[in-house]
């Protein structure tokens, strides 16, 4: 039987194919509270993206002429390759850049939708099935958001690199909960928070400012699901299953750090500037060292940095595998700060937003 290291009743689970464990009558009446504050709150960040009233995608941006994100943040171009293009060629690669970005987001939202419906054929606990529908419904907007978001802007996405692909398939087929759970609650999801967050304070486009924003909005709430298992969970793993969920999370770090974003996975955007992809690798390798890559990561909104947070604060890092997040950023450092994650006050303020208005409005639920 599939070992999901799940230590509370809230968690506890059945075979994808039980379904008739589901029409148990005893099982209805035994539903945790522990997840009621975030299934409440959720006409408090409640926001429809068919709807102009919170995202108008037909506001202009010219992505020919204008920078989505400021140049200085598009590796290649601190690069010998910016020297090979003029300004409007420039400005191209750096929205394709971005395109490709928002294709992966795109990409991870489907990953998340799927597997949060996934979650509710094993999860037992009514109120924990709750949760997961809420989280489904939440993740299925998103896709609609980041797919008309790129639509509105170059017609289409771009595939799913490998990498990516490659984990989000692992994470959504995986029969182990803790895989699911700490692969995408909190891996792909602090990722998602700390990539939100960076785009939210840099975009130029004030459109995709407030699309970040309204989906931290939800994905505030998706990373806390994650924590509240971590809470219940990983203190009362004995040494072998703590090791076991410590050294797969370590391994997917390094599998994103290593592969998400690095420029074989972006290789098709650079056919179409006629460069081959291998020497764009080797000229961002002589400008982009291990020690830029260790102080980009003391950035806050670094998407590693917020991943490293998310496990380190989740009591899922020991000493066992410490070094491997050390050599990137300063552990001790970040053991003293606060548990509130990168976005958290973003989150905040676009429910505020959101609150105001919806006021007077008919939202989907409510009579």
Known sequence: MTDHITRDPIYDTVSRDDFPAMLEVDRYGKRTDAFDGIISATHDHFWDPMDATYLDFKSPFDVTAEYLMPPETIPELQSAVADKLDEGQRIHLANESTRWSLSSILHGEQGALSLSASLCHLLVDPGAQEYASNQTREEARHVTAFSRYIGSRWGRPYPVGEALGNLLEELVGAEEVY??????????????????????????????????????????????????????????????????????????????????????????????????????????????????????????????????????????????????????????????????MVGYAIADEGIEYLRTLNAGRRVIGQK
Not at 216 to 224: G, L, Q, W, Y
Not at 264 to 283: M, N, P, S, T
Request: negative net charge; contains cysteine.
């Open 179 to 340: 895989k699911k759970l700490v692969g995408m609650q909190m891996l792909v999801e602090g990722l998602a928070m700390g990539a939100f967050a960076n785009i939210h304070a840099k975009t130029n486009d004030p459109l995709l400012k407030r699309l970040t924003q309204l989906v931290m909005t939800d994905e505030a709430f998706h990373h806390k699901f994650g924590k509240i298992w971590a809470d219940k969970t990983i203190p009362k793993l004995d040494t072998e299953e703590h090791n076991r969920v410590e050294d797969w999370a370590a391994q997917c770090f390094e599998t994103v750090l290593f592969n998400l974003i690095n420029i074989r996975q972006k290789q098709v955007i650079y056919e179409q500037f006629g460069l081959d992809w291998q020497w764009v690798r080797d000229a961002c390798r002589e400008v982009f060292t291990d020690a830029d890559r260790r102080e980009t990561l003391k950035e806050s909104t670094n998407i590693f940095r917020v991943l490293v947070k998310t496990l380190l604060k989740s009591g899922i890092i020991t000493d066992r595998t410490r070094p491997i997040y050390s050599h990137w950023v300063d552990m001790d450092e970040m053991a003293g700060e606060n548990e509130d």
